[in-house]
């Protein structure tokens, strides 16, 4: 795969998260008891790149279903094809939940963190930004997410297990992620979870697991997902050997009041 590949593939793969984010609202928007949705991360802040996850949190009101808060990317029919889900029951806001959903956009993975959070006390942080609102414009905090949403503990001290073929895949996704970036200390750091030996910026070991640790305990069922993942991986050793230094692509959408999801192609930042 040549540079141009590359750059064109990114440039996709960023056209498609946006696209994605709209066909969500779209669908959020349709569900009554959503009275709010934003963003935060590099996504809130106006710094994603092509490689930015998507932060995705949800004021949930009081008529929500039981069932949306017992598998939320079920629940709310999150759009497009899902390639894999992770729970991880202490990332929820308390009173709420989340879910860590994988979908592929233009044949790459992209994780989106989905967090329900009660509209009693769902709070925006600092660097949020407001996508949509039904009603009154929620309440912003001076923090941002992580100090934030700490703040309001679930109680739940579930973790996810760290030998589940979906947590691999998910902390293969970030170390390419960081690979890409030539960000090797957060790299570093992801492969420290994986126990994997190698140094930062080794592709191939990333590769390696895949096939050591899904593969094999995951036959075919998540197929898909490693198909994705590999792709992934390409495209990040590429990019780090021909730009090591991280690139911004920026990408945003406009928000919107009154219960209604943008219909434009979005803001860029």
Request: charged share 20%; proline share 7%; net charge negative.
């Amino acid at each position: 795969m040549n540079t141009p590949d590359i750059t064109g593939a990114l440039a996709r793969l960023t056209d498609a998260r946006t696209d994605w984010l709209h066909q969500a609202l779209e669908v959020f928007a349709g569900h009554r008891f959503v009275e709010a949705v934003w963003v935060e991360g590099s996504l809130g802040r106006g710094d994603a790149d092509a490689f930015s996850d998507v932060d995705l949190v949800l004021a949930i009101g009081a008529s929500a279903p039981l069932s949306v808060f017992a598998d939320p990317v079920a629940g709310l029919g999150l759009p497009g094809r899902v390639l894999y889900t992770r729970d991880k029951p202490k990332n929820a806001p308390a009173g709420g939940a989340y879910r860590a959903a994988c979908v592929e956009l233009v044949a790459l993975p992209v994780l989106v963190d989905l967090y329900l959070w009660p509209a009693a006390t769902a709070t925006m942080s600092a660097t949020a930004r407001l996508l949509f609102q039904r009603g009154d414009r929620p309440p912003r905090s001076d923090l941002s997410f992580v100090p934030l949403i700490s703040q309001y503990p679930s109680g739940d001290t579930g973790d996810s297990d760290p030998y589940q073929p979906q947590t691999v895949l998910m902390l293969v996704q970030l170390a390419a992620k960081h690979l890409a970036r030539g960000d090797h200390e957060r790299e570093a750091a992801i492969r420290r979870q994986l126990r994997d030996p190698a140094h930062a910026g080794d592709a191939a070991a990333l590769r390696r697991l895949l096939a050591a640790r899904v593969d094999s305990m995951a036959g075919s069922s998540l197929g898909a997902a490693v198909t994705a993942v590999h792709r992934l991986i390409e495209i990040a050793e590429h990019q780090a050997a021909a730009a090591p230094e991280p690139a911004t692509c920026r990408s945003g959408l406009a928000t919107t009041t009154a219960g209604k999801p943008p219909t434009g192609p979005g803001t860029t930042s």
